[in-house]
């Protein structure tokens, strides 16, 4: 007799971060199907349960008590929910967007909060699509899972129950759950997510108009930097644009800092001692937070998130989420 | 019996680039020799020729007519070329600092052009010092190697054959000789160098004052834009400031491309299509110019550089170097 450790999971949408989700959650032995538009027949040729009529999905999620996993792009998502309180509306829902208030937003209208967790698993690489899709994209990646409907005091325990179900789903395929609630998660997305997206696709424009002759002499430090150009612009507006609240300020907050450098940098003598030094501690305090995980030569891997073992639903729980989530901690359910 | 490819090489600073470099010209067989100001011993433990007096070293240089290689940080090298005046008043110098201008000023002070050929291997890690240096960093690398000397008309055959030297020294350590006039090079490295450092180091700081939640949820966008922000701050101040005449325009295109994209995204709907969709053109357009050079698979390794066989001295070669400095390409020499 096999055990699962999760309920039936239907994921809608295959992309990247779809489509890796079920590679993993199939691996693993768990009960995982979907629907996606665009490849279905290549998924299903590659030996996944992977349908694409969304109706026939949500009614077999339905009867089977499946948790829906939303992992279509923001665009999609308000039809995707109306779908799913359609032909699922006993389903619990979770999802995988880059951004969480929008989501919540469209959650709230249709008054679904009580049968959800978000989530946002921050991984992913510059190719999309299910054959971009493979086993092992969330090995100790965050996995952000948002608790604003416990922190509001409204969360009974079948609430808990999912949200332990929800952090149970990121762990089973390696990643780490983070507690946040969805403005505190988007604007830190826009800090470490968005604003790199954005800057490179500034510095790819400034680098092509150097011509070859700049492009032959780029190495490195321009490689690392606009990597994530070569995103789906879709993908990009996407995220950016629905982030846009909580983008703009720190856009304005980093073209300040560029701009006090360019004008040091004009001065006579020339300067970029500020930043140049301020940038560097910062990097240093980043890594130093980061710890033992990456440079770490132990087989054993380690995880530089503080950790915090919770009950969901038990006395207190949701204050640990909140004392986790301030040191972007990770949390273990039990 | 010996045949060396090259002359005795001196390299005087033994850096990360410097370091780098004696270990590869010494794995090959070559006759090479340096100084340092700091790690001499552990270079002569590690078996290399090493000394930490800078006139011993320059003049056997000069006894054995040594090429000399200047490596050491831009605000030294005006009174090493002061010592090379006095103690290797006739060995042939290159460098490897990373802007040109201001190296070919104090060259130009100096009256030192006749026995000069600028070059910049582009190539490097986020890790410094004679300990930081390894074999093979400037395998598939472009190495810039400057040519206004003899674009002025004024190169004899001596020089011609420096220039070809210095191509050899770079396709020996396995780089690609790319030539370029020095205010070319100064704003191309602007473009796809200086302005990286100085992204990294603002985004840095705007990442770290997410506090560890930012930080926690940080993934691979950040990680790969802010890399090179763990590079020393002297070095970061060095090449950014040296180079600043060139490096402030490039900052003014670049905040100005950011400030178009926040003033969009703070629109009514939020718009980022105009530099999502050019970003990415750009970003596509370089891809398909590095050509096959990264994606292939053939383990016979391929430069994506249009290449031209130049006989330094031969009728019209300076033509030809404009030719391949136009298309970033390099030059084979015979």
Redo the contacts between chains.
């Keep these: 007799m096999t055990t699962y450790q999760l309920p039936p999971i239907c994921i809608l949408g295959l992309g990247l971060i779809g489509g890796s989700l079920m590679r993993d959650l199939h691996a693993r032995g768990e009960r995982v199907y979907g629907f996606t538009l665009h490849g279905a027949r290549a998924a299903r040729r590659d030996g996944f349960d992977v349908s694409d009529s969304m109706d026939e999905v949500l009614r077999r999620a339905e009867a089977d008590g499946a948790l829906i996993v939303v992992a279509v792009p923001m665009g999609a998502v308000a039809s995707v929910l109306d779908q799913v309180a359609l032909y699922a509306p006993s389903c619990d829902i979770t999802d995988v967007v880059s951004v969480k208030n929008p989501v919540y937003d469209l959650i709230v209208e249709r008054d679904m909060q009580a049968r959800y967790v978000g989530g946002h698993p921050?991984?992913?690489?510059e190719f999309s699509g299910w054959n971009a899709s493979h086993e092992g994209l969330f090995s100790s990646?965050?996995w952000?899972v948002t608790y604003d409907y416990a922190r509001e005091g409204l969360a009974d325990q079948h609430w808990a129950a999912l949200f332990g179900t929800v952090c149970k789903l990121a762990s089973v395929v390696g990643a780490e759950a983070?507690p946040?609630r969805v403005a505190?998660?988007d604007?830190?997305?826009a800090?470490?997510?968005h604003?790199?997206?954005?800057?490179?696709?500034?510095?790819?424009?400034?680098?092509?108009?150097?011509?070859?002759?700049?492009?032959?002499?780029?190495?490195?430090?321009?490689r690392?930097?606009?990597?994530?150009?070569?995103?789906?612009?879709e993908l990009?507006?996407n995220m950016?644009?629905?982030n846009?609240e909580s983008?703009?300020p720190?856009?304005?907050?980093?073209?300040s800092?560029?701009?006090d450098?360019?004008n040091s940098?004009?001065d006579d003598?020339?300067?970029?001692?500020h930043?140049?030094?301020?940038?560097?501690r910062?990097?240093?305090?980043?890594?130093a937070?980061?710890g033992a995980r990456r440079e770490s030569v132990s087989p054993v891997k380690i995880s530089s998130?503080p950790v915090m073992r919770v009950h969901p639903g038990a006395p207190g729980w949701v204050d640990q989420l909140e004392q986790v989530?301030?040191?972007?901690?990770?949390v273990e359910v039990f």
Aim: overall charge neutral; hydrophobic content about 45%; some cysteine.
């Design positions: 921050m991984a992913g690489t990646a965050a952000a983070v946040v505190l998660h604007e830190a997305v800090r470490v997510s604003l790199p997206h954005v800057i490179a696709e500034a510095l790819s424009l400034v680098g092509d108009r150097g011509g070859t002759l700049a492009q032959s002499l780029s190495a490195g430090s321009f690392g930097a606009t990597r994530v150009a070569s995103t789906e612009p990009v507006r950016c644009e629905t846009a983008l703009v720190v856009l304005d907050e980093f073209i800092l560029l701009q450098a360019r940098l004009d003598p020339a300067s970029l001692s930043l140049s030094e301020a940038g560097h910062a990097h240093l305090r980043m890594a937070r980061k998130r989530e301030s040191l972007g901690g990770r």
